[in-house]
C-alpha cells in the first residue's frame, strides 16, 4: 500500500491545475465539488496508508526520481511512511477536506473566476503542506516550506484590491523567508558534515558530529521554525494573517503552515536533543510566546485576532513541549488543536457570515438563539481549548505541563498562568458574542440566522473530535495507555522520559484545571452582562495595542531599511545608473539634433557644400596626397 503515497499529494495538484486553469469556464459548484473532491480523495489513501503502517508498523522509503545527483551528493525525490508522517497526512488531509467544504458556502458571493482562483489556491496550500510532510529528506521538506510560504501570501493577500490585506500579504512572506534562510542554512551545514540530507542517514551519523555542529544546526532548523510557526520574535505576520478569508485563517492555523515548524522539530528528535542548549532555549522561547501572546488575546476585540493570538499562545506551548523533550505531547497538541481551532476559526466564520462581515465583538453579544449550532460547538471549542476534563485540549496541554514539571518547576507555574489567560480570554470572547444583549444594528438583528448546513457540519464534526479527540492519548494514570505514545515511539526515539508520582500528578492536573475553571467563570459573570464597550485605558491600552511590537519592529527595522532603500533609489538608482544611462541618450538626442541642422532642403546650401567637397578633392590632388595623409594621421 505505500507505493500509493505518490496519490496524496497528487490528488490536490490536479485540483489546482483544473481550478486554476478552468476558473473562468468552470462553475461555482463544479469548482466546490473538484476542489473539495480533491482533498477528500487525498484523506481516502491517507487513512488506508495510516490503518496499514498501524498494522505492519514499519517505515517505507518511495523514491519517485532522482531530484539531484553530483560525484558527492544523491538526493532523491523520495516520499517517507512511517507513524508521524500518517498522523499528519490524517490532520491534513480531514480537517483540510472540512475547510474546503465549509468554503464552498462561505464563499459563494465571489465571482466565479475569483471562486476558481480561491479553491485552486487551497488545493496548492494542502499539496505544498503534503509534500512537506512526506519529504524523506530535508531538501524535499523545504520544497514544501517554501510551498506553503507562497500560498500563504496568495491567500492572506487574496483580495487584492486592499492594500492593508496585500501588505499583510507581503509581511507573512517576508518575514518567513528570515525564517527560512537558518532553515536552508542548516541545510547546507547537513551536507558539508554529513554529504546526506536523507532523515534515515543524517540521524544514523548524527553522533560523528561535533557539539559545535550540532548545536548549530538545531539552532538554524529552529530559527526556520520560528518563522514558520510564528514564535518570538517572527510572530507578528500570524495576526495580520487574519487579512485573508476566515476558512484561510482556519487552515493556517489548524492544519497547515504554523505546524511546520513542530512537525520539523519532531521530526528532527534525534538531532535536537543531542544539543541540550538549543532545547533550553526552544523551552524558553515557546514559554515567552506562549505568556506573551496571551496577555495580547486577553484585550482584543476582533474576534479573528483573539484566535489569532490563541494559535501563537498554543504553538508556544507546543515548543515548550518540545523543549522538555516531550515531543509525544508536543505532536498530540498539534492534533487537538487542530480539531478545537480550526473549529473556532469557523465558528468565528459563521459568526461573521451572520453578522454581515462585522468582526469586532463589541458590537455582537446574544448570538446564543440566532445561532444555536454555531454557539454550541464554538462553546465545545471553548472549553477544550481552555483544558477542561474530558475535552481533547485537557489531555494534551497537561501532558506537556507534566513534562515541564518534570524539567523545570518554574516552567510549569508559568504554563499554568498562561493557560488560565487562555480560559479567560476564551470566555470572554464566548460571553461577549454568545450572551448578553445584542449590541449590533437593527438591520444586523433582522437578518441574523444560522448558517446552511455546508457550514454547520463541519462544526459539528470538528465539535465531536474536540470532545473526542484526546482519548488517544489518555496516560496509564487515569486507566489509559496513551495510545498515541505507543504509534509513534518508532520515529520520535529520542523522547525524554519522565517519572511524577501519581499522587503529585493527580494534584497538578487539578491545580490546572481548577485555576481554568475559575478563569472561566470569572470571565462568564463579567462579559456576560457588562461587556467592555469602552476602548481599553492604561495598561490595558499597552495590550489592546499589542505591546505596541508593530510600532517598535517599524521603528528599528522597516523605516531605517526604507531610508536605505531610498538612499539607494535616488542618488544610486536615479543619480547613479540612470543618471548614465540618460546622459547617453540624452547626447545622442542632443547631437542627432545638431547634425540634422546640416538637411536643411535649401538647394543654395547643398551646392555651396559640393564645391566646397570640389575644393577639398582639388587641394588634396594638388599637394599630392599630403593633406589626405595629414587628416588621416591627425584622426
Known amino acids: 500500500m505505500n507505493k500509493l503515497v505518490y496519490l496524496i499529494p497528487l490528488f490536490p495538484l490536479i485540483g489546482f491545475l483544473i481550478n486554476g486553469l478552468g476558473r473562468k469556464s468552470l462553475s461555482k459548484s463544479l469548482i466546490g465539488v473538484i476542489g473539495s473532491g480533491a482533498i477528500l480523495a487525498s484523506f481516502a489513501v491517507s487513512l488506508v496508508l495510516f490503518f496499514d503502517v498501524k498494522a505492519n ?18 538526493i532523491d525525490f523520495a516520499f517517507q511512511v512511517d507513524q508521524l508522517s500518517c498522523l499528519f497526512l490524517l490532520i491534513i488531509t480531514g480537517i483540510g477536506f472540512l475547510i474546503h467544504v465549509y468554503s464552498a458556502s462561505y464563499m459563494h458571493e465571489e465571482e466565479p473566476q475569483h471562486f476558481g482562483r480561491y479553491f485552486a489556491y487551497l488545493n496548492l496550500f494542502v499539496f505544498s503542506m503534503l509534500l512537506l510532510v512526506l519529504g524523506a529528506n530535508y531538501v524535499i521538506m523545504f520544497i514544501g516550506w517554501e510551498g506553503v ?58 553522533a560523528t558530529l561535533s557539539n559545535f555542529d550540532v548545536t548549530a544546526i538545531t539552532l538554524l532548523l529552529f530559527v526556520g521554525a520560528m518563522g514558520k510557526s510564528a514564535q518570538i520574535p517572527l510572530y507578528t505576520w500570524l495576526p495580520d494573517a487574519m487579512a485573508g478569508p476566515t476558512p484561510v485563517s482556519a487552515l493556517i492555523h489548524a492544519a497547515t503552515m504554523v505546524t511546520a515548524g513542530i512537525y520539523m522539530i519532531a521530526r528532527s528528535n534525534v538531532l535536537f536533543s543531542m544539543s541540550e542548549f538549543t532545547m533550553h532555549l526552544i523551552a524558553i522561547i515557546g514559554l515567552a510566546t506562549a505568556l506573551f501572546s496571551a496577555t495580547i488575546a486577553i484585550k482584543q476585540n476582533d474576534i479573528k485576532k483573539v484566535l489569532a493570538y490563541s494559535t501563537v499562545s498554543q504553538l508556544g506551548y507546543m515548543f515548550l513541549g518540545l523543549g522538555c523533550g516531550a515531543y509525544t505531547g508536543a505532536v498530540f497538541h498539534v492534533m487537538t488543536h487542530a480539531f478545537f481551532k480550526a473549529l473556532l476559526f469557523l465558528g468565528a466564520g459563521s459568526v461573521i457570515h451572520a453578522m454581515h462581515h462585522e468582526q469586532d465583538i463589541r458590537n455582537m453579544g446574544g448570538l446564543k438563539k440566532k445561532l444555536p449550532i454555531t454557539h454550541i460547538t464554538f462553546l465545545l471549542g471553548c472549553i477544550a481549548i481552555s483544558g477542561i476534563p474530558p475535552f481533547s485540549g485537557f489531555f494534551s496541554k497537561d501532558e506537556i505541563l507534566a513534562a515541564a514539571f518534570a524539567h523545570n518547576k518554574v516552567y510549569w507555574i508559568l504554563g499554568v498562568a498562561g493557560a488560565a489567560m487562555t480560559a479567560f480570554y476564551m470566555f470572554r470572547l464566548y460571553a461577549t458574542t454568545f450572551l448578553g444583549n445584542f449590541r449590533g444594528t437593527h438591520d444586523q438583528e433582522h437578518h441574523l440566522h444560522e448558517s446552511p448546513k455546508a457550514m454547520t457540519i463541519p462544526l459539528i464534526v470538528l465539535a465531536i473530535l474536540s470532545v473526542i479527540g484526546g482519548m488517544v492519548g489518555i496516560p496509564e494514570l487515569m486507566g489509559g495507555h496513551h495510545e498515541l505514545h505507543h504509534f509513534l515511539s518508532p520515529v520520535l526515539v529520542s523522547e525524554k522520559a519522565y517519572e511524577i508520582e501519581h499522587s503529585t500528578e493527580w494534584m497538578l492536573m487539578g491545580i490546572s484545571v481548577t485555576i481554568a475553571a475559575i478563569a472561566i467563570l470569572f ?98 590632388w594638388i599637394n599630392d596626397g599630403h593633406i589626405y595623409r595629414f587628416i588621416t594621421k591627425l584622426f
Open 57 to 74: 508498523g514499519a517505515m517505507a522509503v518511495n523514491p519517485l526520481f532522482t531530484f539531484i545527483q553530483t560525484s558527492t551528493l544523491k
Open 523 to 620: 470571565a462568564v459573570n463579567k462579559f456576560s452582562k457588562k461587556p467592555e464597550m469602552q476602548d481599553a485605558e492604561g495598561f490595558g491600552k499597552v495590550l489592546a495595542n499589542k505591546w505596541y511590537v508593530d510600532e517598535l519592529y517599524d521603528t528599528i527595522i522597516v523605516k531605517p531599511l526604507e531610508a536605505v532603500a531610498n538612499c539607494f533609489k535616488n542618488i544610486i538608482e536615479k543619480s547613479g545608473i540612470d543618471g548614465a544611462v540618460n546622459g547617453v541618450g540624452k547626447f545622442v538626442q542632443y547631437s542627432s539634433r545638431q547634425v540634422r541642422l546640416l538637411q536643411s532642403g535649401q538647394v543654395g546650401t547643398y551646392i555651396l557644400f559640393m564645391v566646397l567637397a570640389f575644393v577639398v578633392i582639388v587641394l588634396i
Open 149 to 206: 510560504g507562497l500560498c500563504s501570501y496568495l491567500l492572506i493577500g487574496y483580495w487584492f484590491k486592499n492594500n492593508n490585506y496585500n501588505a499583510a500579504a507581503k509581511k507573512a512572506f517576508v518575514m518567513n523567508r528570515i525564517g527560512d534562510l537558518g532553515f536552508l542554512l542548516a541545510v547546507f551545514w547537513i551536507i558539508n558534515k554529513l554529504g546526506t540530507v536523507n532523515y534515515h542517514d543524517v540521524f544514523a551519523k548524527a
